[in-house]
Protein backbone atom coordinates (compact mmCIF):
# COMPACT_ATOMS: atom_id res chain seq x y z
CA UNK A 1 0.00 0.00 0.00
CA UNK A 2 1.68 3.08 -1.00
CA UNK A 3 0.39 5.96 1.63
CA UNK A 4 1.07 9.72 1.16
CA UNK A 5 1.86 11.75 4.53
CA UNK A 6 1.23 15.48 4.76
CA UNK A 7 2.02 17.64 7.62
CA UNK A 8 1.26 21.44 6.56
CA UNK A 9 1.77 24.43 7.84
CA UNK A 10 1.13 28.82 7.46
CA UNK A 11 3.20 28.51 4.47
CA UNK A 12 4.62 25.04 3.96
CA UNK A 13 3.83 21.26 3.17
CA UNK A 14 6.21 18.86 3.84
CA UNK A 15 5.40 15.24 2.82
CA UNK A 16 6.45 11.50 2.67
CA UNK A 17 5.40 8.49 1.00
CA UNK A 18 5.45 4.85 2.57
CA UNK A 19 5.38 2.08 1.22
CA UNK A 20 3.41 -0.08 3.95
CA UNK A 21 3.63 -2.36 5.88
CA UNK A 22 7.50 -1.99 4.95
CA UNK A 23 7.70 1.31 6.14
CA UNK A 24 10.21 2.14 3.30
CA UNK A 25 10.14 6.11 2.76
CA UNK A 26 9.99 5.97 -1.48
CA UNK A 27 10.19 9.91 -2.01
CA UNK A 28 9.74 13.10 0.57
CA UNK A 29 10.28 16.59 0.37
CA UNK A 30 9.12 19.95 1.53
CA UNK A 31 7.43 22.96 -0.20
CA UNK A 32 7.94 26.39 1.24
CA UNK A 33 6.86 29.90 0.97
CA UNK A 34 3.86 28.94 0.04
CA UNK A 35 1.65 32.42 -0.74
CA UNK A 36 5.12 34.65 -0.96
CA UNK A 37 7.03 35.43 -4.20
CA UNK A 38 8.83 32.59 -4.89
CA UNK A 39 8.35 29.00 -3.55
CA UNK A 40 10.35 26.86 -3.51
CA UNK A 41 10.28 22.51 -3.59
CA UNK A 42 12.79 20.45 -2.44
CA UNK A 43 12.14 16.67 -3.82
CA UNK A 44 13.76 13.81 -2.89
CA UNK A 45 13.10 10.21 -4.02
CA UNK A 46 15.19 6.86 -3.27
CA UNK A 47 18.70 7.20 -5.26
CA UNK A 48 17.94 9.99 -6.80
CA UNK A 49 19.71 13.57 -5.76
CA UNK A 50 17.74 16.66 -4.22
CA UNK A 51 15.71 18.32 -6.94
CA UNK A 52 14.67 21.81 -6.52
CA UNK A 53 11.98 23.69 -8.62
CA UNK A 54 11.09 27.43 -7.93
CA UNK A 55 7.58 28.75 -8.74
CA UNK A 56 5.15 30.93 -7.60
CA UNK A 57 2.36 28.97 -5.51
CA UNK A 58 -0.41 31.00 -4.09
CA UNK A 59 -2.04 28.31 -1.87
CA UNK A 60 -2.10 24.60 -0.86
CA UNK A 61 -4.47 23.36 -3.51
CA UNK A 62 -1.91 24.90 -5.98
CA UNK A 63 1.20 23.46 -3.52
CA UNK A 64 -0.44 19.90 -3.19
CA UNK A 65 -1.20 19.61 -7.10
CA UNK A 66 2.77 20.24 -7.55
CA UNK A 67 3.15 17.75 -5.31
CA UNK A 68 1.33 15.14 -6.94
CA UNK A 69 2.91 15.89 -9.93
CA UNK A 70 6.33 15.46 -9.21
CA UNK A 71 5.55 12.03 -7.11
CA UNK A 72 4.32 11.02 -10.82
CA UNK A 73 7.11 12.28 -12.43
CA UNK A 74 8.79 10.38 -14.96
CA UNK A 75 12.13 10.96 -13.95
CA UNK A 76 11.87 12.55 -10.48
CA UNK A 77 8.64 10.25 -9.16
CA UNK A 78 8.22 7.33 -7.37
CA UNK A 79 4.97 6.72 -8.83
CA UNK A 80 3.74 5.56 -12.25
CA UNK A 81 0.26 7.41 -11.69
CA UNK A 82 -1.24 9.17 -9.08
CA UNK A 83 -3.59 6.71 -9.01
CA UNK A 84 -1.22 4.39 -7.22
CA UNK A 85 -1.61 6.07 -3.32
CA UNK A 86 -3.46 4.33 -1.71
CA UNK A 87 -4.44 6.79 1.19
CA UNK A 88 -3.71 10.32 2.87
CA UNK A 89 -2.55 10.53 6.26
CA UNK A 90 -2.75 14.41 7.60
CA UNK A 91 -0.97 15.78 10.66
CA UNK A 92 -3.47 17.80 12.57
CA UNK A 93 -2.89 19.41 15.54
CA UNK A 94 -6.05 19.98 17.38
CA UNK A 95 -9.21 17.23 17.92
CA UNK A 96 -10.11 18.53 21.08
CA UNK A 97 -12.37 16.17 23.13
CA UNK A 98 -14.14 14.42 20.33
CA UNK A 99 -10.87 12.62 18.66
CA UNK A 100 -9.16 10.40 21.12
CA UNK A 101 -7.71 8.16 18.41
CA UNK A 102 -6.77 8.75 14.34
CA UNK A 103 -10.12 8.66 12.03
CA UNK A 104 -11.04 8.97 8.64
CA UNK A 105 -11.74 12.11 7.45
CA UNK A 106 -15.41 13.03 7.17
CA UNK A 107 -17.58 15.99 7.01
CA UNK A 108 -17.99 15.42 10.68
CA UNK A 109 -13.93 15.70 11.42
CA UNK A 110 -13.66 18.53 8.96
CA UNK A 111 -16.11 20.22 11.04
CA UNK A 112 -14.32 19.61 14.43
CA UNK A 113 -10.98 20.79 13.02
CA UNK A 114 -12.57 24.18 12.04
CA UNK A 115 -14.12 24.40 15.18
CA UNK A 116 -10.80 24.30 16.75
CA UNK A 117 -8.69 26.57 14.60
CA UNK A 118 -10.14 28.90 17.54
CA UNK A 119 -7.62 26.72 20.03
CA UNK A 120 -5.05 26.77 17.47
CA UNK A 121 -5.02 29.57 15.36
CA UNK A 122 -1.11 28.49 13.84
CA UNK A 123 -1.85 24.95 12.98
CA UNK A 124 -5.38 23.93 12.15
CA UNK A 125 -6.68 25.97 9.63
CA UNK A 126 -3.36 25.75 7.95
CA UNK A 127 -3.45 21.21 8.34
CA UNK A 128 -7.57 22.10 7.23
CA UNK A 129 -6.29 23.60 4.25
CA UNK A 130 -4.17 20.24 3.56
CA UNK A 131 -7.19 18.38 3.94
CA UNK A 132 -9.42 20.12 1.51
CA UNK A 133 -7.01 20.15 -1.45
CA UNK A 134 -6.37 16.43 -1.22
CA UNK A 135 -10.05 15.88 -1.62
CA UNK A 136 -9.88 17.94 -3.89
CA UNK A 137 -7.23 16.29 -5.92
CA UNK A 138 -7.55 12.70 -5.00
CA UNK A 139 -11.35 12.66 -4.35
CA UNK A 140 -11.77 8.66 -3.97
CA UNK A 141 -8.55 8.28 -1.95
CA UNK A 142 -9.43 7.85 2.07
CA UNK A 143 -8.10 10.31 4.26
CA UNK A 144 -6.76 9.90 7.83
CA UNK A 145 -6.37 12.49 10.46
CA UNK A 146 -3.66 11.62 13.00
CA UNK A 147 -4.18 14.14 15.72
CA UNK A 148 -1.57 15.75 18.32
CA UNK A 149 -4.35 15.75 20.77
CA UNK A 150 -5.46 12.59 20.45
CA UNK A 151 -3.08 10.50 23.00
CA UNK A 152 -3.38 12.78 25.46
CA UNK A 153 -7.57 12.35 25.56
CA UNK A 154 -6.56 9.14 28.06
CA UNK A 155 -5.38 11.73 31.04
CA UNK A 156 -8.20 11.67 33.57
CA UNK A 157 -10.39 14.97 34.51
CA UNK A 158 -8.53 15.46 37.59
CA UNK A 159 -5.11 15.78 35.75
CA UNK A 160 -6.33 17.76 32.67
CA UNK A 161 -8.79 20.55 34.42
CA UNK A 162 -7.71 23.63 35.93
CA UNK A 163 -8.72 24.81 39.36
CA UNK A 164 -10.49 27.67 37.99
CA UNK A 165 -14.33 28.25 37.75
CA UNK A 166 -16.07 24.92 36.08
CA UNK A 167 -18.08 26.94 33.65
CA UNK A 168 -15.14 27.89 31.73
CA UNK A 169 -14.35 24.36 30.87
CA UNK A 170 -18.15 23.54 30.20
CA UNK A 171 -18.66 26.87 28.19
CA UNK A 172 -15.46 27.96 26.67
CA UNK A 173 -13.68 23.68 26.57
CA UNK A 174 -10.91 24.99 28.69
CA UNK A 175 -8.58 22.60 30.00
CA UNK A 176 -5.49 20.66 29.22
CA UNK A 177 -5.56 19.21 25.81
CA UNK A 178 -2.05 18.36 25.40
CA UNK A 179 0.54 18.51 22.32
CA UNK A 180 2.94 16.94 20.48
CA UNK A 181 1.08 13.39 21.29
CA UNK A 182 1.96 11.56 18.01
CA UNK A 183 6.01 12.23 18.98
CA UNK A 184 5.37 11.14 22.43
CA UNK A 185 3.52 7.80 21.60
CA UNK A 186 5.66 6.90 19.39
CA UNK A 187 8.69 7.29 21.01
CA UNK A 188 7.11 5.31 23.76
CA UNK A 189 5.80 2.46 21.45
CA UNK A 190 9.53 2.23 20.11
CA UNK A 191 11.07 2.07 23.41
CA UNK A 192 9.26 -1.39 24.97
CA UNK A 193 10.29 -2.46 21.22
CA UNK A 194 13.80 -2.01 21.96
CA UNK A 195 13.33 -3.08 25.46
CA UNK A 196 11.40 -6.06 24.59
CA UNK A 197 8.81 -5.47 26.77
CA UNK A 198 5.02 -4.62 26.15
CA UNK A 199 4.26 -1.01 26.67
CA UNK A 200 1.39 -1.74 28.93
CA UNK A 201 3.72 -2.58 31.44
CA UNK A 202 5.16 0.06 31.70
CA UNK A 203 5.80 3.46 33.43
CA UNK A 204 7.35 5.24 30.79
CA UNK A 205 8.58 9.18 30.80
CA UNK A 206 8.83 10.55 27.55
CA UNK A 207 11.14 14.19 26.71
CA UNK A 208 9.97 15.71 24.01
CA UNK A 209 12.66 18.59 23.71
CA UNK A 210 12.62 20.53 20.79
CA UNK A 211 12.55 23.91 19.84
CA UNK A 212 8.61 23.48 21.43
CA UNK A 213 9.28 20.77 24.25
CA UNK A 214 6.89 18.99 26.37
CA UNK A 215 7.56 15.65 28.73
CA UNK A 216 4.49 13.05 29.58
CA UNK A 217 3.64 10.39 31.89
CA UNK A 218 3.00 7.06 29.96
CA UNK A 219 1.16 4.29 31.97
CA UNK A 220 0.02 1.06 31.23
CA UNK A 221 0.29 2.79 27.12
CA UNK A 222 -1.96 5.62 27.84
CA UNK A 223 -1.08 9.23 28.65
CA UNK A 224 -1.75 10.15 32.16
CA UNK A 225 -0.20 13.32 32.60
CA UNK A 226 1.14 15.97 29.72
CA UNK A 227 3.13 19.49 30.30
CA UNK A 228 1.48 20.90 27.59
CA UNK A 229 -1.58 22.76 28.51
CA UNK A 230 -4.88 24.74 27.05
CA UNK A 231 -2.19 25.43 24.65
CA UNK A 232 1.45 24.53 24.18
CA UNK A 233 2.38 27.53 26.45
CA UNK A 234 2.35 25.44 29.44
CA UNK A 235 5.14 23.38 30.93
CA UNK A 236 8.96 23.24 30.19
CA UNK A 237 10.99 25.90 29.58
CA UNK A 238 11.35 26.28 25.61
CA UNK A 239 12.86 28.18 23.20
CA UNK A 240 10.69 31.11 22.80
CA UNK A 241 8.13 30.38 25.39
CA UNK A 242 8.54 30.70 29.05
CA UNK A 243 6.85 26.95 30.24
CA UNK A 244 5.10 27.40 33.71
CA UNK A 245 4.37 30.79 34.97
CA UNK A 246 2.23 32.11 37.63
CA UNK A 247 -0.36 34.23 35.82
CA UNK A 248 0.29 36.96 38.31
CA UNK A 249 3.84 37.71 36.72
CA UNK A 250 1.23 38.61 33.06
CA UNK A 251 -0.88 40.78 35.34
CA UNK A 252 1.51 42.42 36.51
CA UNK A 253 3.62 43.47 33.70
CA UNK A 254 0.23 43.72 32.30
CA UNK A 255 -0.70 46.93 34.12
CA UNK A 256 2.95 48.21 35.20
CA UNK A 257 3.65 48.33 31.16
CA UNK A 258 0.39 49.21 29.84
CA UNK A 259 0.61 46.02 27.88
CA UNK A 260 -2.46 44.53 26.12
CA UNK A 261 -3.14 40.82 26.52
CA UNK A 262 -1.74 40.31 23.04
CA UNK A 263 1.40 41.74 23.40
CA UNK A 264 2.08 39.86 26.60
CA UNK A 265 0.77 37.03 24.62
CA UNK A 266 3.65 37.59 22.52
CA UNK A 267 5.97 38.05 25.20
CA UNK A 268 5.47 34.53 26.87
CA UNK A 269 5.63 32.64 23.35
CA UNK A 270 7.80 34.50 21.05
CA UNK A 271 10.50 36.47 23.60
CA UNK A 272 10.77 34.79 26.09
CA UNK A 273 11.89 30.41 27.24
CA UNK A 274 15.96 30.06 26.39
CA UNK A 275 16.10 33.12 24.32
CA UNK A 276 14.50 35.72 26.78
CA UNK A 277 16.72 34.43 29.40
CA UNK A 278 20.27 34.21 27.47
CA UNK A 279 19.30 37.09 25.23
CA UNK A 280 21.58 35.05 22.82
CA UNK A 281 19.42 32.44 20.78
CA UNK A 282 16.23 30.02 20.81
CA UNK A 283 18.90 27.44 19.61
CA UNK A 284 20.45 25.61 22.14
CA UNK A 285 23.31 24.87 19.96
CA UNK A 286 23.84 28.90 19.89
CA UNK A 287 23.10 28.72 23.87
CA UNK A 288 26.01 25.99 24.49
CA UNK A 289 28.15 28.08 22.19
CA UNK A 290 27.93 31.42 24.49
CA UNK A 291 28.05 28.79 27.42
CA UNK A 292 31.55 27.89 26.50
CA UNK A 293 32.62 31.93 25.65
CA UNK A 294 31.71 32.46 28.99
CA UNK A 295 28.48 34.09 28.99
CA UNK A 296 26.83 34.13 32.32
CA UNK A 297 22.88 34.40 31.15
CA UNK A 298 23.50 31.44 28.46
CA UNK A 299 24.38 29.36 31.80
CA UNK A 300 21.46 30.42 33.52
CA UNK A 301 19.32 30.35 30.68
CA UNK A 302 20.31 26.43 30.94
CA UNK A 303 20.27 26.11 34.36
CA UNK A 304 16.63 26.69 34.44
CA UNK A 305 15.90 24.42 31.65
CA UNK A 306 17.68 21.28 33.24
CA UNK A 307 15.95 22.37 36.67
CA UNK A 308 12.55 22.45 34.64
CA UNK A 309 12.86 19.07 33.02
CA UNK A 310 14.10 17.37 36.39
CA UNK A 311 11.26 18.89 38.34
CA UNK A 312 8.62 17.68 36.21
CA UNK A 313 10.24 13.97 35.91
CA UNK A 314 10.02 13.80 39.82
CA UNK A 315 6.42 14.48 39.39
CA UNK A 316 5.58 12.10 36.77
CA UNK A 317 7.28 9.51 38.57
CA UNK A 318 5.13 10.08 41.55
CA UNK A 319 1.74 10.30 39.54
CA UNK A 320 3.16 6.95 38.15
CA UNK A 321 4.31 5.91 41.54
CA UNK A 322 7.74 4.52 39.94
CA UNK A 323 9.28 4.49 36.89
CA UNK A 324 10.64 2.11 34.56
CA UNK A 325 12.11 3.95 31.29
CA UNK A 326 12.79 7.30 30.55
CA UNK A 327 13.22 8.76 27.04
CA UNK A 328 14.57 11.92 25.20
CA UNK A 329 13.86 12.60 21.79
CA UNK A 330 13.81 15.48 19.47
CA UNK A 331 16.29 18.01 18.51
CA UNK A 332 17.94 18.33 22.10
CA UNK A 333 16.49 15.04 23.60
CA UNK A 334 18.34 13.03 20.86
CA UNK A 335 21.45 15.31 20.32
CA UNK A 336 22.27 16.88 23.35
CA UNK A 337 24.48 14.56 25.83
CA UNK A 338 25.08 17.03 28.04
CA UNK A 339 21.36 18.24 28.49
CA UNK A 340 20.85 14.28 29.28
CA UNK A 341 23.60 14.20 31.60
CA UNK A 342 22.88 17.04 33.26
CA UNK A 343 19.15 16.08 33.52
CA UNK A 344 19.67 12.86 35.18
CA UNK A 345 22.14 13.54 37.72
CA UNK A 346 21.38 13.39 41.06
CA UNK A 347 18.17 10.60 40.29
CA UNK A 348 19.85 7.85 41.63
CA UNK A 349 16.80 8.01 44.27
CA UNK A 350 14.55 7.09 41.78
CA UNK A 351 16.91 4.81 40.22
CA UNK A 352 18.04 6.44 37.46
CA UNK A 353 21.78 5.88 36.39
CA UNK A 354 23.08 6.94 32.96
CA UNK A 355 26.60 5.70 31.75
CA UNK A 356 28.19 8.82 30.50
CA UNK A 357 30.12 7.20 27.66
CA UNK A 358 27.35 5.33 26.84
CA UNK A 359 25.15 8.96 26.94
CA UNK A 360 28.71 10.93 25.22
CA UNK A 361 28.84 8.71 22.36
CA UNK A 362 24.88 8.94 21.27
CA UNK A 363 23.82 11.50 18.81
CA UNK A 364 20.66 11.08 17.13
CA UNK A 365 20.24 7.26 17.06
CA UNK A 366 18.30 4.96 19.43
CA UNK A 367 20.47 3.85 22.04
CA UNK A 368 19.66 2.50 25.87
CA UNK A 369 21.88 4.76 28.09
CA UNK A 370 21.76 4.03 31.71
CA UNK A 371 24.27 1.45 32.77
CA UNK A 372 22.85 -2.43 33.17
CA UNK A 373 22.48 -2.23 36.71
CA UNK A 374 20.16 1.17 36.76
CA UNK A 375 16.82 0.52 37.48
CA UNK A 376 15.30 2.39 35.20
CA UNK A 377 16.14 2.31 31.79
CA UNK A 378 17.20 5.86 29.87
CA UNK A 379 17.28 5.80 26.10
CA UNK A 380 17.40 7.76 23.33
CA UNK A 381 14.63 7.14 20.54
CA UNK A 382 14.87 9.95 17.84
CA UNK A 383 11.01 10.71 16.74
CA UNK A 384 9.32 9.77 13.65
CA UNK A 385 5.87 11.23 13.64
CA UNK A 386 5.55 10.47 9.73
CA UNK A 387 6.14 7.26 10.20
CA UNK A 388 3.48 6.86 13.13
CA UNK A 389 1.07 9.01 11.05
CA UNK A 390 2.26 6.36 8.16
CA UNK A 391 1.17 3.42 10.07
CA UNK A 392 -2.06 4.80 11.64
CA UNK A 393 -3.13 5.40 7.90
CA UNK A 394 -2.47 2.22 6.50
CA UNK A 395 -4.00 0.26 9.46
CA UNK A 396 -7.42 2.42 8.69
CA UNK A 397 -7.28 2.54 5.24
CA UNK A 398 -6.53 -1.27 5.16
CA UNK A 399 -9.44 -2.13 7.64
CA UNK A 400 -11.94 0.10 5.11
CA UNK A 401 -10.24 -2.38 2.31
CA UNK A 402 -11.14 -5.01 3.99
CA UNK A 403 -14.42 -3.82 5.25
CA UNK A 404 -15.41 -2.87 1.50
P1 LIG B 1 13.52 20.33 16.72
O1 LIG B 1 12.43 21.32 16.99
O2 LIG B 1 13.17 18.93 17.14
O3 LIG B 1 14.05 20.39 15.33
O4 LIG B 1 14.75 20.74 17.67
C1 LIG B 1 15.39 21.97 17.55
C2 LIG B 1 16.32 22.17 18.73
O5 LIG B 1 17.28 21.10 18.76
C3 LIG B 1 17.12 23.46 18.65
O6 LIG B 1 17.15 24.08 19.93
C4 LIG B 1 18.50 22.96 18.28
O7 LIG B 1 19.50 23.81 18.72
C5 LIG B 1 18.55 21.64 19.02
N1 LIG B 1 19.65 20.81 18.51
C6 LIG B 1 19.79 20.25 17.31
N2 LIG B 1 21.00 19.63 17.21
C7 LIG B 1 21.63 19.81 18.41
C8 LIG B 1 22.89 19.44 18.95
N3 LIG B 1 23.76 18.73 18.26
N4 LIG B 1 23.18 19.81 20.23
C9 LIG B 1 22.30 20.54 20.95
N5 LIG B 1 21.11 20.92 20.49
C10 LIG B 1 20.76 20.58 19.25
Not at 108 to 126: G, I, K, M, Q, Y
Not at 333 to 352: A, F
Amino acid sequence: MKILVINSGSSSIKYQLFSMPQEKILARGLLERIGLSCSVLHHSREGNSELEISKQIRNHHQGLKVVLEVLSHPEYGAVEDIDEIDAVGHRVVHGGEKYTASCLVDDDLVSTVREFCELAPLHNPHNLAGIEACQKLLPSVPQVAVFDTAFHQSIADHAYLYAIPYLYYEKYRVRRYGFHGTSHRYVALRAAQILGQPLTDLRVITCHLGNGCSITAVKGGKSVETSMGFTPLEGLVMGTRSGDLDPAVAFYLMEKLGLSASQMKQILNKKSGLLGVSEVSNDMRDIWKAKEAGNPRADLSLRIFWHRLKKYIGAYAAVMNGLDALIFTAGIGENDCQTREKVCQGMDYLGIEIDKDRNAAIQGEEAVISTDSSRVKVLVVPTNEELMIAQDTYQIAKGKTEGQ
